[in-house]
């Protein structure tokens, strides 16, 4: 049947349906067709029957009421096999379709009445806290209404166990421990400075060591690899030692020096002028982020939620 003339014939089985079924009869034509549904998967009246604990003719009968009701002709049969006419093959996937949508709404509800509540309690870096924890938790809060989160932000890393935490999202190499390692991404780290202390002094990579650096404890005499194999060290007589990410971002706003920072927590800085990349050419050493935890077995669902929207979030790191 050329494709017109087939969106005419179900146009004109859409207007019988709905001048020909009261809502009774629509309501039995819901039922029929997830009947028929479950005859075409099947591959006969007899398999669909077994599923859906009727007997055969009872099945038999719903798809005869739902031919007769519609007008047209569904199926094909024959002893071996059905036989899907046009018109079936398009109702087969509409009540296809009706099945996932009773589906969805099942589970929506169920999911409501299960929905996480309670506290929840994250550990991250500072750095982490404006733009990665903060606005996840506050989606999850939107969707989950009866969570009460609890967020520490510190640079330190806290024990779980010790601290009475769900999570911990940890920078860097971990010690060996029992606590699962889910690794989320990497930081990769790039050379920055402020405008105005740029214009006092250029840099380059011969004398990178005798420039003013501000340094954290994870970053003495980091190396440094540019894209084409050269390396050098983030060393300098000449430091600001801080002990946290936000700190050393900051004391590099302020002019006072050169600071080794992830991209993703300086690029809005760059996009605005407020800082400008040095050395280019130059990157530190990845690390890895890892979401740390206790529990034996999979993790609850809003946990999970956190830590893959936390993944997503720093895969879109360029």
Not at 112 to 125: D, M, W
Not at 136 to 158: K, M, N
Not at 270 to 295: C, F, I, K, T
Request: glycine share 6%; with cysteine.
């Amino acid at each position: 049947m050329p494709g017109s003339l087939l969106l005419f014939h179900l146009v004109i089985i859409s207007l019988k349906v709905k001048s020909v079924f009261n809502k009774n009869e629509q309501k039995r034509l819901a039922y029929q067709m997830l009947v028929f549904d479950e005859v075409i998967k099947q591959g006969s009246f007899t398999a669909a029957a077994e599923s859906l604990g009727h007997t055969k003719s009872a099945v038999s009968q719903y798809v005869n009421q739902l031919e007769s009701g519609l007008g047209v002709r569904l199926l094909n049969r024959s002893t071996r096999q059905l036989n899907l006419t046009v018109v079936g093959q398009k109702l087969a996937e509409r009540s296809e379709q009706l099945l996932d949508l009773l589906s969805m709404t099942l589970e929506e509800v169920k999911s409501h009445e299960l929905a996480p509540a309670g506290r929840v309690a994250i550990t991250a870096p500072h750095a982490f806290e404006a733009g990665l924890v903060t606005p996840i938790i506050a989606h999850l809060c939107h969707e989950y209404p009866r969570l009460t989160p609890e967020l520490t932000f510190t640079d330190e890393r806290l024990d779980l166990l010790q601290n009475n935490l769900d999570i911990a999202i940890s920078v860097g190499p971990q010690k060996d421990s029992s606590y699962h390692a889910i690794s989320i991404g990497r930081l990769d780290s790039i050379l920055v400075a402020s405008p105005g202390y740029l214009a006092k002094r250029p840099v380059n990579e011969a004398d990178l060591g005798e420039h003013h650096l501000v340094t954290l404890p994870w970053q003495q005499r980091a190396a440094l690899q540019s894209h084409h194999g050269e390396s050098c060290l983030f060393s300098s007589d000449r430091q600001l030692r801080v002990n946290t990410s936000i700190s050393a971002i900051n004391s590099v706003r302020s002019g006072v020096g050169i600071g080794l920072m992830p991209t993703i927590f300086v690029q809005d800085d760059l996009d605005s002028g407020l800082l400008q990349r040095v050395l280019p050419d130059y990157r530190g050493e990845a690390r890895e982020v890892y979401a740390l935890h206790s529990y034996q077995q999979q993790l609850p669902p809003v946990l999970r939620r956190f830590v893959d929207k936390l993944k997503l979030a720093l895969s879109r790191v360029g």
